[in-house]
């Protein structure tokens, strides 16, 4: 199985609203991924969770939020968005601790964003 | 800056046809890659991933990497219309100082298959 979850499926929000999006799996995964997809444009990373630690940040803006409760679970927090920001908001996970080359992203079914 | 090219196409070829999808990278020092296929306001779905110099068969799809000439392909034998999709290549980054690599993506082909 190798499923990820993303909830919800479609987002509308105004720009001073604040929202969470949020992601599961459980295939045992110890890394998870947060990117962020324009129309036309490949997956573009944000945060990586490395059991349960922030790994990277790709210099992000602070009105997103990262947040790894637990293993299973990723959430990224929204608030103050732009309407620059609306995208396909993708979640991925991948096991860690393996030979480095064979770590392997499996992609959740997204979170596609409107900011109005 | 690390990169991964692919042409963005589209690719247009008749049904039951070889579709031959090519992607080269910047980076010498990389060491495993991936295709991903992605239908339209869908997210990316793996194919198949390589590591290793040569050939890879799954099916009808065949990776292809020659790490001495930086580029991988991905062949489709036998085209379908459902094969209509954009193609993503990535590249697997290593992460030094970190617990975690990245992939790093091309800018994906389109891949369209005419019945």
């Known amino acids: 199985d190798t499923e990820v979850t993303q909830t919800p499926k479609h987002l509308v929000m105004g720009m001073t609203n604040k929202k969470s999006l949020k992601c599961e799996q459980h295939m045992g995964h110890r890394a998870m991924y947060w990117y962020k997809q324009k129309a036309k444009k490949p997956p573009e990373l944000m945060f990586v969770y490395s059991y349960e630690k922030l790994s990277i940040n790709e210099s992000v803006p602070s009105r997103f939020s990262p947040e790894c409760p637990n293993s299973s679970l990723l959430n990224l927090h929204l608030h103050a968005l732009q309407p620059e920001d609306s995208a396909l908001y993708l979640c991925?996970?991948?096991?860690?601790?393996?030979?480095?080359?064979?770590?392997?992203?499996?992609f959740g079914p997204g979170t596609r964003l409107l900011v109005l | 800056q690390k990169e991964v090219e692919q042409n963005s196409g589209p690719l247009s070829v008749p049904e039951g046809a070889i579709a031959s999808l090519n992607c080269t990278y910047s980076d010498r020092g990389s060491q495993s890659f991936f295709w991903y296929r992605q239908y339209s306001g869908k997210s990316p779905e793996l194919i198949m991933f390589?590591?290793?110099?040569g050939d890879k068969e799954d099916g009808r799809f065949t990776a292809q990497l020659n790490k001495a000439s930086q580029y991988v392909s991905l062949l489709i034998r036998d085209s379908q219309p459902s094969d209509s999709a954009t193609y993503l290549c990535?590249?697997?980054?290593?992460?030094?100082?970190?617990?975690?690599?990245?992939?790093?993506f091309g800018t994906g082909t389109l891949l369209a298959v005419q019945p």
């Open positions: 991925a996970s991948s096991q860690v601790g393996l030979i480095w080359i064979q770590e392997t992203q499996y």
């Open positions: 990535a590249v697997n980054i290593r992460n030094y100082g970190g617990a975690t690599n990245k992939l790093i």
């Open positions: 390589i590591y290793s110099n």
